[in-house]
């Protein structure tokens, strides 16, 4: 089982910087998959960015492709999210996913949501214009 806290969010001007954490702990180390997601006020649930660490490869959603990136420090057990031209449209609730010892998979798994087993509380961020 593997457990996940976000931390990072808040208000931020629109353009502005962002960076969110999320620290794994158990037994497991840091999981191989994780990833970020997003759920504004009355709209689904959307992948925004996934690493899978024994692939060495990244998976961004179009919505944030240039702006946003994801990365891994394995000694922390931390993924982040560093988030940069925010827009209004970023407000929402962020979510921090993992899966442990992912099999390969495609960016639409990756970013689909189902794979996961663990998910964080979320951190909040609000992006004003």
């Known amino acids: 089982q593997v457990h996940l806290m976000e931390s990072g969010g808040g208000p931020v001007q629109a353009g502005g910087s962002l960076q969110l954490s999320c620290v794994a702990s158990g037994d497991d180390g840091t999981p191989n998959l994780m990833a970020w997601f997003r759920q504004a006020p009355g709209k689904e649930r959307e992948g925004l960015a996934a690493l899978n660490s024994y692939m060495g490869s990244t998976y961004y959603a179009d919505s944030v492709k240039g702006r946003f990136t994801i990365s891994q420090d394995n000694a922390k057990n931390t993924v982040y999210l560093q988030m940069s031209m925010l827009k209004p449209e970023d407000t929402g609730m962020y979510y921090c996913?993992?899966?442990?010892?992912?099999?390969?998979?495609?960016?639409?798994?990756?970013?689909?949501?189902?794979?996961?087993?663990?998910w964080g509380q979320g951190t909040q961020v609000t992006v004003s214009s």
């Open positions: 996913a993992a899966l442990p010892r992912a099999p390969p998979m495609t960016a639409r798994q990756a970013l689909g949501g189902r794979v996961y087993t663990s």
